[in-house]
């Protein structure tokens, strides 16, 4: 039997698909995902499922769209999670960093779970548990940075969610991820192959580098956000928008009209954390060259959503625009074709039939994801051309019952159950999303030829959906059994 690979699955937290230079996009600092780029595929048009953390991330493991696994918004529960697929084959599956799943330290399938969620915490409206950051920060005695700290200051109120970071480069979380990342990648002693998922939980706000990082961006010409016009959009996204403007969510305190100087500050500091989770991926790397590891490890990078940092007058996500459904996306290791970029649309899902294959575990036929492997293998006979997303049910987005996005090539809609304005772009002449086409005589046809492909879409859906119901009945104890304890003396010190 040939040797299956080890693989690597760095998650990061809303990340926007404009920040690897290797990409093409020269204001960004990130040498370790240019070498990553450039030794592997990378998909320029990856989108994700849903346009928020817990219920990307699950349709993600799951491999189906939202309103087929039922997760909506951040505290609903899983009910299955392709990763135990992987430990019943025969792998070692850790987690490191942040999942997002809920419950938060269910075992899902990891026989490890190493636990570091979201950055600001505080808030006491948002769920309590203690992560290994909580715990770091216990022994050391410090109170943890976030929007509660973070508000005792006077200039709170300018600082659009960017600060510098105040403590210790290793505390920083994503320093610490991944950091612990690579403390086990040193420390692991077992002979199976091993499914490590390092979930990085920045850029995600608060925007806070360290110093150092922000010192790179000084001096760089730094794109700032596409211009809002909030009267042209639709109800519930100008009750997003207004949303924002009086909630601090995240520690982002968000503007009507904040000023060049402003955008450029805040988006510096974004574009900083990148370059700090840049040189986490570097160490990443290193530690599995200095175990003799990397010819033999799939790598893969991504982010579950991506950050408008005021686009279209908008903060974060929670909406469908292009700066938040689209994210980069790079796999690198044996059998990954070099330098290679793939310009077709494919959907974030699509890489958890592609890990199974990886892996030599059969694919579940009743999954709606779409394996990426033809990619590595001279490309797929029929391309997915269509992607789609939804939300519904969210804390945030309350202006709408159901949104529901679809892409065909590069027409783009964007559809609410309960108003009867909506977007249509195309992307192709409007990249920036400036020019909704909604109410264009000329354009009738192709929008109501696309929201009848939204249901369409959804009754084929809905046929598929018992095998996974079956899939959660057979796989319900695995999912919440806690982790399993290491095995054969695989956590012994390694000898040098």
């Given at each position: 039997m040939t040797k299956r690979p080890n693989i690597v699955f760095i998650i990061t937290d809303q990340q926007r698909y404009d920040t690897i230079a290797a990409l093409g996009f020269d204001h960004m600092i990130t040498p370790n995902l240019d070498r990553l780029a450039r030794r592997g595929t990378a998909f320029e048009n990856m989108?994700?499922?849903?346009?928020?953390?817990?219920?990307?991330?699950?349709?993600?493991f799951t491999g189906v769209y939202?309103?087929?696994?039922?997760?909506?918004?951040?505290?609903?529960?899983?009910?299955?999670?392709?990763?135990?697929d992987l430990a019943e084959a025969g792998y070692r599956t850790v987690n490191v960093g942040k999942m997002h799943t809920m419950p938060v330290e269910g075992a899902f399938g990891f026989q490890e779970r190493h636990v570091t969620e979201n950055k600001d915490r505080d808030h006491p409206n948002l769920p309590f548990y203690l992560d290994n950051w909580d715990k770091a920060y216990f022994l050391k005695g410090l109170e943890k940075p976030s929007r509660v700290t973070q508000r005792r200051r006077s200039d709170y109120h300018d600082l659009l969610g960017a600060w510098v970071w105040p403590h210790e480069e290793i505390m920083h979380p994503d320093v610490?991820?991944?950091?612990?990342?690579?403390?086990?990648?040193?420390?692991?002693?077992?002979t199976e192959p091993f499914f490590l998922q390092v979930g990085i939980p920045g850029p995600h706000p608060?925007?806070?580098?360290?110093?150092?990082?922000?010192?790179?961006?000084?001096?760089?010409?730094?794109?700032?956000?596409?211009?809002?016009d909030p009267d042209a959009q639709p109800g519930a996204m100008q009750q997003l928008r207004e949303f924002h403007l009086g909630e601090d969510a995240d520690g982002v305190v968000h503007l009507p009209n904040p000023t060049p100087e402003q955008s450029r500050r805040q988006r510096a500091h974004y574009y900083a954390n990148v370059t700090m989770i840049d040189k986490q991926v570097g160490d990443i790397l290193d530690a599995l060259e200095a175990r003799g590891a990397l010819d033999d490890t799939i790598i893969i990078f991504t982010s579950d959503h991506g950050d408008c940092l005021g686009d279209h007058g908008h903060s974060q996500k929670w909406n469908m625009y292009q700066?938040?459904?689209?994210?980069?996306?790079?796999?690198?290791?044996?059998?990954?074709?070099?330098?290679?970029?793939?310009?077709?649309?494919?959907?974030l899902f699509d890489l958890?039939?592609?890990?199974?294959?990886?892996?030599?575990?059969?694919?579940p036929r009743w999954m709606e994801a779409t394996?990426?492997?033809?990619?590595?293998?001279?490309?797929?006979?029929?391309?997915?051309?269509?992607?789609?997303a939804e939300h519904s049910n969210d804390a945030l987005l309350t202006g709408t019952r159901f949104m529901t996005m679809i892409l065909d090539g590069t027409t783009k809609l964007v559809h609410f159950v309960d108003d009867e304005k909506g977007m249509l772009?195309?992307?192709?002449?409007?990249?920036?999303?400036?020019?909704?086409?909604?109410?264009?005589?000329?354009?009738?046809?192709?929008?109501?030829?696309?929201?009848?492909?939204?249901?369409?879409?959804?009754?084929?859906?809905?046929?598929q959906s018992q095998g996974f119901i079956d899939a959660c009945i057979r796989g319900a104890h695995a999912m919440m059994s806690p982790p399993l304890t290491p095995a054969r003396g695989q956590h012994r010190e390694r000898t040098r």
């Open positions: 989108y994700i499922t849903a346009p928020s953390c817990a219920p990307s991330r699950a349709s993600l939202p309103h087929t696994n039922g997760v909506f918004r951040n505290d609903e529960p899983w009910n299955y999670c392709w990763v135990k610490f991820t991944g950091q612990m990342a690579c403390w086990w990648l040193d420390r692991f002693t077992g608060p925007y806070d580098p360290t110093q150092e990082y922000l010192d790179m961006y000084e001096d760089k010409e730094l794109p700032l956000p596409i211009p809002p700066s938040t459904v689209r994210v980069p996306a790079i796999v690198a290791g044996p059998g990954i074709p070099a330098g290679q970029c793939i310009k077709d649309n494919v959907a958890g039939p592609t890990i199974l294959e990886f892996a030599g575990v059969a694919v394996s990426l492997m033809p990619y590595f293998n001279g490309g797929p006979e029929q391309p997915r051309t269509r992607v789609y772009f195309d992307l192709a002449a409007d990249p920036d999303e400036q020019n909704n086409l909604w109410d264009d005589p000329a354009h009738t046809g192709t929008r109501d030829w696309l929201i009848d492909e939204i249901l369409n879409w959804r009754l084929e859906s809905s046929m």
